[in-house]
Nanobody, 120 residues
Framework: QVQLAESGGGLVQAGDSLKLSCAVSGRTSSNYFMGWFRQPPGKEREFVAALSWKDSTRYYAAFVKGRFTIYRDSAKTTMYLQIKALKPEDTAVYSC?????????????WGKGTQVTVSS
């Protein structure tokens, strides 16, 4: 079992930056891939970024365009998503997920999510 817990969401202004955290615990191993997804209001959940827990190889959705950075701490206990130049369309519930394979098509482990609201 893998436990994931997001934090860092909130209400921000357009143009601000925000760092989301995902605390990782449980039976993780270097074979896992950790990822961030988001679900805007009234829309389907979409993939944002993923990270190989083994070697920190990063994967991004096409829409990211350099505004998002995924990374983890050296102790492998926390994953982060840094978002720059936030836009109102970034408003969503952001969730972290874990799976033993990439792409993360149906991750078995999810956090509860953290709400990010960007005002214009």
């Amino acid at each position: 079992q893998v436990q994931l817990a997001e934090s860092g969401g909130g209400l921000v202004q357009a143009g601000d930056s925000l760092k989301l955290s995902c605390a990782v615990s449980g039976r993780t191993s270097s074979n896992y891939f950790m990822g961030w997804f988001r679900q805007p209001p009234g829309k389907e959940r979409e993939f944002v970024a993923a990270l190989s827990w083994k070697d920190s190889t990063r994967y991004y959705a096409a829409f990211v365009k350099g505004r998002f950075t995924i990374y983890r701490d050296s102790a492998k206990t926390t994953m982060y998503l840094q978002i720059k130049a936030l836009k109102p369309e970034d408003t969503a519930v952001y969730s972290c997920a874990a799976d033993v394979r990439y792409p993360l098509l149906a991750p078995p482990y999810w956090g509860k999510g953290t709400q990010v609201t960007v005002s214009s």
